[in-house]
């Protein structure tokens, strides 16, 4: 049973630290999504990609927050300084399409 | 004004019961329409997708009005198991991207 893979799945860490999130997507699919998801607002779309190239950033906070997919297997989020707001529940999806994705388990993330 | 917008909740229902979620989308071009259930501490699921002419699975039946803008979910003869929290999801009209409602929680009770 295929599933995404998202590594840590809790992290907690003082304000001002780097915090590196990690997803592995399910093996042949090519659209890779990040998502953040707090009780104020629900699930919002940070940023995805297809085939390795970034399609859409617009949802993440540039100055802090960056996305990449250095090989097919490995996406990373990255937030460079973490601030006590970015604690929220952050999860990756996969898929062939933007209509049909397959969520990870998400990282806990706990910026003090 | 959110781009998708569903019924606060929280449910509670007894098992059994039949209940209905109902959920509106402001851009009219949206292509494609979703339910997805996300369960306590959980990833989200998709639970079925949602066509003009209505569909069924089981004791799920999702139907979409596209004049109105509006999604709805029936689940009849209600399980412990339902309870979670279901969210409308709808495409953007380029249809890359996924919009997430708020989620309504629904607490099946025995």
């Known amino acids: 049973d295929a599933r995404v893979t998202q590594t840590p799945r809790h992290k907690v860490t003082e304000m001002g630290q780097e915090v590196t999130m990690r997803c592995q997507p399910i093996?042949?699919?090519?659209?890779v999504f990040w998502y953040r998801q707090t009780m104020m607002q629900g699930l919002e779309l940070l940023a995805y990609?297809?085939?390795?190239?970034?399609?859409?950033d617009s949802g993440m906070p540039k100055d802090r927050f960056s996305a990449e997919m250095p090989d097919a297997t490995l996406a990373t989020l990255k937030i460079q300084p973490s601030e006590p707001r970015d604690s929220a529940v952050y999860f990756c999806?996969?898929?062939?399409?933007?209509?049909?994705?397959?969520f990870g388990p998400g990282t806990r993330l706990l910026v003090l | 004004r959110k781009e998708v917008e569903q019924d606060p909740g929280p449910f509670n229902v007894p098992e059994g019961a039949t209940v209905a979620f109902n959920c509106t989308y402001s851009?009219?071009?949206?292509?494609?329409f979703f339910w997805y259930r996300q369960d306590c501490r959980k990833e989200p699921k998709l639970l079925m997708s949602v066509y003009s002419s209505g569909n069924e699975d089981g004791r799920f039946t999702a139907q979409l009005n596209r004049a109105s803008q509006y999604i709805s979910l029936l689940i009849r003869d209600s399980k412990l198991s339902d309870s979670a929290t279901y969210l409308c999801?709808?495409?953007?009209?380029?249809?890359?991207?996924?919009?997430f409602g708020q989620g309504t929680e629904l607490s099946v009770k025995p």
């Open positions: 999806a996969t898929g062939l399409s933007s209509e049909t994705q397959y």
């Open positions: 999801v709808v495409t953007t009209p380029q249809g890359g991207k996924l919009i």
């Open positions: 093996l042949g699919h090519n659209t």
């Open positions: 990609f297809r085939n390795r190239a970034p399609l859409d």
């Open positions: 851009n009219s071009a949206s292509q494609s």
